[in-house]
Structure formats: C-alpha cells, structure tokens
C-alpha cells in the first residue's frame, strides 16, 4: 500500500492542536510529510513545550491517519517546539506617530558635546539626500535649534486639521523644527522642566501637524533623566544615536546615555556612536591633526560597547560660526566638513535600514507599571 500525501494532509486538516482554533495545517504546526509504501513521517513544530499537548497531538496525528487515511498505516510522529519571544510587558513605548517612518532621538550623556550641532546638521543633510526630515529639539535646559535653523523669532502657528487645532512647524532649510525654544525666554527656560516641560514636549509630538516625515530627529537634552523617558514614553523610538568627544569625561557619560537605551525595560535600539571633536586642523596646516580631546576615544568606545560607530566630524571654527549664525555648515556643499556630515548621514540611514530588517518594528506599548522607571534608576550604571 502507497500513501498519498495528500490524503494525509487532508486528514490533518481534521485536527487542531489544543489550545489554537486552526487545524495544524493552516496554523503553520504541519512541517513535512514522508511517506514509504505504508510508513509515514510527519514533523510538527509546536509553540508549547507542555508534554501533554505534544502527547495529543501525537495521538491525534495517528488517529486522523488511521481513519482518514489507511488504518495499517505505520506513523511516526516528530515534534519540535519553537516558543514564541516573550514580549517584555515592562518595556517603556509610546504611540506611534502616524505619518512618521522613523525616530531617531540623539543623546549624548555629557553636556557641551555639540549634540545640537551633529543633530541639526544631520537633518539638513538627510533633507538634502531627498528624505522628509523633522527635528524636534527636546532639550529644555538649552534648547538651540531656533538658532541654528536661524528662526528664532518665529512661533508656530495653529493650523486646523481633521477638525482639531494643530501646532504648526517652523520650516528652514527643508527641516520642520519645534523646540521648546519657540515657547520659553531663554531666561526662563527653568519653569520648563519636570513635568510642566513633559507636557509641552508631548503637545510638540501630538498636537502638532508633522505631516509624513521618513526621520524625526529628536535632540534629547543632556544626560539620562526623566525627559528622556517621558519622550521614550511619549513615541516609539526608531532607535537611538549617541554623540560624544574622545574625552574621558565624555565617554564615560556616553557609556551611560547607551546603558540607558539598552535596559530591558526601555529596549531602544543603539544605532551608533558618532565622535565629535574628533580632531583639530588649522586651516593653513590642512594636513595636521591635532586630537585636542583625545584621539578616536569615541570609536574604541563603540567597539567596547558592540555598538556601530557612524563616523567622525572635525573641530572646525566654522562649524561654530554657522550654528551661531543659523545656518548649518553641511549646507556648504563639497567641503570636508559636509563630507564627515555626509558619511555619518549614510551610516545612521544604513543602521535605520538594517535595525528595521533585523528588529519587529516599533510597537505602541501600553505602560501598565512603573517598573521601567524604578530600574533605570537602581540599574548601576
Ligand atoms: N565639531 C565642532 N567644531 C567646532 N565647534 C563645535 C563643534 N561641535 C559643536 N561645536 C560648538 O560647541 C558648542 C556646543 O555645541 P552644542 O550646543 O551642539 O552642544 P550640545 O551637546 O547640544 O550642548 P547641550 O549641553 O546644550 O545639549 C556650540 O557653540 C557649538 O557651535
């Protein structure tokens, strides 16, 4: 007597395994079938572990066969089991924004490492790559993209969208730009913090109208507190990019800003590490360098850490004067500066693309508890 494949299938479509509504063909448990003359082979990968639910399905298998099928039929059954990943029910997660394909929050640990800086010269640059890029400068202690966007005596306008009033983004070289600069003097700026500063920072994501952005850059303040996880709690992050100088100082608080993104409950995804200050050049000694804070201090720590290390940009006087004068240096197109922009542009875009090949995209977790918070505070970092 020769088996049919096909009527064994059929007769496994009868059964179900314990627990799951689908017969163990549609819901994926049917792995393979062998047949030789009256023996059969059939392989099932089940979810569960548990001994008596692999027992049943074993028993049931056979049985389906013997009436469906053939009764003398020899069957063996062969069961692996594939759990599914456990979710981490503490993971801290926001909402997702919708219209928004990625969030990029950038930190640094240390103040003064010229994280503003890198963040907005990364946005004009992956604007003019073609990408819709927004920033949202999050840094309540010194919020600094009104001038470097050289906006800063404009003010959003409400704009009325589906019916609701929305905040408007200031746009200025091709990048949508709310800070909380827009909403504070900067004489002011200590009222904003703690949670009035969380509540402005969640209007600035919800209530205002971004439109479809590829990347919304959000320039963290410095350090690893409570704004970061209300921003983590707020929205969904892409991942993270951390900035520092080769300093000691520097990286030791680097180390920290990723240790924070990496704790279980919060499980954002480290995109890189970028070294700023990387070296200094004078202009009439283009061939020197001169490693003021160290030298490739912040590339040794990304290979410490197993984290990417996305590229490094230059002391450089100018990259100074255009922030202070508002107009970002990687818009100067063909020097060397726009150059270390530019390769640091692709490496974080190549890390986006390869984290959302790698990792399940960013899902909206509900926050049931606060244990997230109560473990980046105990977690020695
Ligand atoms: N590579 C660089 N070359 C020269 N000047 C730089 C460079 N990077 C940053 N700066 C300057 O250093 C100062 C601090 O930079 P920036 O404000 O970007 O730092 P930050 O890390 O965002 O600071 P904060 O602590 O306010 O968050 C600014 O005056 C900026 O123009």
Known sequence: MKLNKDDIKKALETISIAGEGQNIVDSGALQNIVTFGDEVIVDLKLSTPALHIKKRAEVDVMKAIH????KKAKVEVKISVEAPQKKNVNEIKGKPIPGIQNIIAVASGKGG?????????????LSNLGFKVGLLDADIYGPSGPIMFDVANEKPLSVTKDGKSKMK????????????????????????RGPMAAKALNQMIFDADWGELDFLLVDLPPGTGDIH?????????????????PQNVALADAKKAVSMFQQESINVPVLGICENMAYFTPAELPDNKYYIFGEKGAKYLAEDLGVPFLGEIPLVQSLRESGDIGRPAALQKGTALSESFAELT????????????????????????????????NKKI
């Not at 490492?113 to 640059?125: E, Q, W």
């Not at 990048?175 to 700026?189: E, H, M, N, R, Y």
């Open 113 to 125: 490492v010229g994280k503003s800086t890198v963040t907005a010269n990364l946005a004009v640059t």
């Open 67 to 70: 009436e469906h099928v053939y």
């Open 169 to 192: 983004p200031i746009e200025s070289y091709g990048v949508k730009l709310l800070s909380i600069g827009f909403f504070t003097k900067p004489d002011q700026a200590v009222i904003w």
């Open 346 to 377: 692709r490496n974080t875009v190549q890390e986006v693309v390869n984290r959302n090949k790698n990792l399940p995209p960013t899902e909206a977790i509900k926050i049931t508890t606060m244990a997230g918070c109560s473990a980046v505070k």
């Open 229 to 245: 996880l209300s921003i983590m709690q707020s929205m969904p992050i892409t991942g993270a990019l951390i900035v520092s100088t």
